[in-house]
DNA sequence: CTGTTAGCGCATTCAC
DNA sequence: GTGAATGCGCTAACAG
């Protein structure tokens, strides 16, 4: 007799309950899935029985049937994103509560492997999808167009939205960001910005909003050039490549008297490169970040930045979804989480 | 003609594909699977098959009879923990090259949801298991063993693994920066933890190996107390933990010259509740985190850390996994992913 | 190289 | 309230 626990070979199935309780196949499933439709005494047996052989319902073949997986899909740039984390997180609980699981992917910033997961993807039947950011090339849009599920879009308010779509306005926070920092009286700003799709949206709206209250006319909507000195640096950003914004931006431009970032951990990288300058912060140089991390309330001094719903989209993304698989028909709705900014002491 | 985009309501089968080529059903399977025992003829009429019905395979069918899901269950504390994150990110990333899917499920840390998670995700036939910690629950862990499927715990080293473990000893870890901080001259130190698991690991491995340094005799393996300050905060820790946790044992144990801190964000906030109050470190306080984050390197002053392989914990756990569904056998394997004391200018 | 048969484990549809 | 038959979409096993 091995001492190690020996258990069966193959996992119990339906059947295997069935028989041990003595009722047909349907019955026990009935006990299951519906038991107020079955005996009180059929349903105990049956209970029994599940206890003893240790059964847990095989989702798959039972999806096969009534084509539903309880699965959704969650398409991330990258995980090793903060800014997505709270709503990932959010995600997955509030799908958890209604008995769905989240399927998680990386598509990767430079969009090379979308289209690749969106198939990996619906190849496994999700009951629908849930994405951080738009869907960004025509093949993977296709794709899920055809997979006639919910598909949500998040994080964003722009471009015409493949079906559903949770987020706030880009060039909206920009262009507060941009009313703040005026308002504080600055009046020489920089731009520290990740290269990501979101962040030249933000960038955008500042510079607009910047050249019309400062009353340049030399107003630039193209996306590659500028009117304002910029940094970029690659997405996803982080505190060292903060440090390197700076150190670009003073060594080109003398004398700026403020600095956007487009994030939060871009900003306490200037903060801390500042610093590290013996740059007063403000009074030498006026910081805003953006996300409302953490850390930002946190750090000394205290930085000013713009709150986001993370956690409201992704719960109200995954509401969306259980909803329309409910019945419920929520198709083309366009929600805005909005944002504040939040002014603390580095502005 | 309606303006919108009419996709057909069912989404292909390869019971299509195989009639639209003219072929039986397993010659089309074959076509996709097992290219190369199919003539050429017959697979470039199935492929064409393929692209004008839009087919995409329905793994969750295909897994009903070969008993494959080519899904990955893994099962973290929180997502929003930034310690994980490289793991979960390589995890994802190494399973996907190889065909596989991550499902991702919270556990909770107080381990509140870890046996109806691994319930749910039972439930959906994974092929493996990865749990960034170790499996807890006594009902969770049987669950796991009778499921017959592979199961990785990480981020650990110690206790009795469950079936595979790739991590590093905690213990060890502690002892090793306690060691460092006595090298540095350090005599006064504190501790800043906190209170998961793992940490309080580390906290008893710094403990122990301090008073073994210092000669000390009232040594103490009991969890409940300890010879050292020690400040606690609820895991996950943060930087605005971390400045509390200075405030802490500033309040309580003048003199201290040294802190050691179970994260690097923790760190992180003790080093700038330090700055707030005019400390300077190392000079006056010496600050060691745990980690390595990716801003570890970029404080101001640099962070003195302990560099963690994050990312090759997940490559490894994700590597384990699919040796074993491919048919290895890698029962019972246990890697130890070791760690560095990284010295940077906190210490 | 290709086809036929028989399920995988369960839910749906209809009968009793 | 309970049960028998049927099939979801696909692949394993065996024939040709």
């Not at 190849?123 to 949500?152: F, K, N, Q, Y």
């Not at 262009?175 to 960038?203: E, F, K, M, P, S």
Request: with cysteine; net charge positive.
């Amino acid at each position: 007799m091995p001492s190690t626990p020996n258990y069966p070979a193959r996992a119990a199935t339906l059947h295997d309950v069935a028989r041990l309780a003595d009722v047909s196949l349907i019955t026990a499933s009935r006990a299951l899935r519906t038991p107020h439709v079955v005996s009180e005494k059929t349903r105990a047996r049956v209970q029994q029985a599940v206890d003893a052989t240790g059964y847990i319902p095989n989702l798959l073949a039972g999806g096969l049937k009534s084509r539903r997986s309880f699965v959704v899909a969650g398409l991330v740039p990258e995980i090793s994103v903060a800014q997505f984390l709270p709503t990932v997180a959010a995600l997955t609980t509030t799908l958890a509560q209604a008995g769905y699981q989240l399927m998680l992917g990386q598509t990767g910033y430079d969009h090379g492997r979308e289209e690749a997961l969106v198939n990996a993807m619906i190849g496994r039947r999700p009951d629908g999808v849930v994405v951080t950011g738009l869907v960004h090339t025509a093949a993977a849009r296709t794709r899920l167009a055809r997979a006639g599920i919910p598909v949500v879009e998040t994080w964003d308010l722009s471009g015409d939205p493949l079906d559903m779509l949770v987020g706030f306005s880009h060039e909206a926070v920009g262009a507060a960001i941009a009313q703040h920092l005026y308002d504080c009286g600055r009046r020489r700003v920089a731009i520290a910005t990740g290269n990501d799709h979101r962040a030249a949206l933000r960038r955008r709206g500042f510079e607009q909003a910047w050249m019309r209250l400062t009353g340049a006319s030399n107003a630039s909507s193209n996306a590659s050039s500028s009117a304002l000195p910029v940094a970029w640096v690659p997405a996803p950003s982080n505190l060292g490549l903060g440090r390197r914004a700076l150190v670009e931006l003073l060594a080109r431009h003398a004398g700026i008297d403020a600095v956007y970032c487009s994030s939060d951990q871009l900003a306490h990288g200037v903060l801390t490169e500042a610093q590290s300058r013996g740059l007063r912060v403000p009074e030498d140089l006026a910081i805003c970040g953006f996300g409302d991390a953490d850390f930002a309330a946190h750090t000394y001094p205290a930085l000013t930045t713009v709150q986001i719903d993370s956690v409201g989209i992704g719960r109200r993304a995954a509401e969306l979804v259980i909803a329309r698989c409910d019945g419920t028909n929520t198709r083309g709705t366009v929600v805005d989480t909005g944002f504040r900014v939040v002014q603390r002491e580095t502005t």
